[in-house]
């Protein structure tokens, strides 16, 4: 598997921001980490490892975003100034960090622009899916596991025009019929949200059930995966859904 690193100045974050990618060419999914998690988790986490098939087949190819989540959710500061710091995070992913994957993706294979897939575990879920709807002309499916789609466990009551941004369960509650991003959502590749009943999922599980009924309001249709009783938040059950949604999405390696 090749595997490079890179540390790059973000303009959006005035800092260096750090990613891996793993593999040389294929579909790209960018990772974002668990709760102020790093980039390299996935990879020592084994995700990367489990994905070696389709990585070596030339089928996918991993990127590892980091997070700024310490600044951000969480961090117990004043609202404003974490909000704020999300949404400088969100650009500099949107206008930076994926132009530049799209850029390394080409080296060696076909051009993926608009075919982005978006995942992660825990708050790296919510992460994603809040990219993919917000963001549906630049990413074409997730692969959230156990997210969290709501700013109150964060923010609590606190509500201002960037926490609604960022709060996917409040924008799509309000999300117009007639929306031009309606048929960028329909034309998605995999929109999968899964999540356990076990220990440590019941608000995982009660974000991912408010979210797919305000979605399936709006005639947008996830594909909603609940497993067993048995299946807690952590990463021995993410490995199991990460190496199954791999396979739904990309076929065989």
């Not at 549906?136 to 997730?142: A, E, I, K, R």
């Not at 924008?171 to 329909?186: D, Q, S, T």
Request: with cysteine; proline share 5%.
């Amino acid at each position: 598997m090749q595997i490079r690193y890179y540390k790059e100045y973000s303009r959006f974050l005035n800092r260096f921001m750090e990613f891996k990618v793993y593999g040389h060419a294929g579909r790209p999914i960018l990772i974002f980490p668990c709760q102020s998690g790093r980039f390299y988790d996935w990879e020592d986490r084994n995700m990367c490892n489990l994905a070696a098939p389709w990585i070596d087949a030339g089928k996918l190819q991993i990127i590892t975003a980091d997070s700024i989540d310490p600044e951000s959710w969480d961090n117990h500061g004043p609202c404003r100034p974490r909000i704020e710091m999300q949404e400088r995070w969100y650009n500099y992913v949107c206008e930076e960090l994926t132009p530049r994957l799209l850029e390394i993706n080409r080296e060696q294979g076909p051009d993926h622009t608009g075919q982005v897939l978006v995942g992660g575990a825990s708050m790296g879920g919510g992460h994603a899916v809040n990219f993919f709807l917000r963001r549906p002309d630049l990413f074409n499916g997730t692969i959230a596991l156990s997210g969290l789609y709501s700013s109150g466990m964060f923010f609590g009551d606190y509500m201002d025009d960037l926490v609604y941004r960022n709060s996917p369960c409040d924008y799509m509650r309000n999300f117009p019929e007639n929306h031009p991003y309606k048929k960028l959502f329909a034309k998605a590749d995999k929109f999968i949200l899964c999540c356990g009943q076990g220990q440590w999922e019941e608000d995982l599980l009660a974000s991912t059930k408010e979210l797919q009924a305000i979605l399936e309001s709006k005639d947008i249709h996830p594909f909603v995966d609940i497993w067993g009783t048995d299946v807690s938040h952590d990463w021995y059950w993410w490995e199991k859904q990460w190496v199954y949604f791999l396979q739904m999405t990309l076929g065989d390696a």
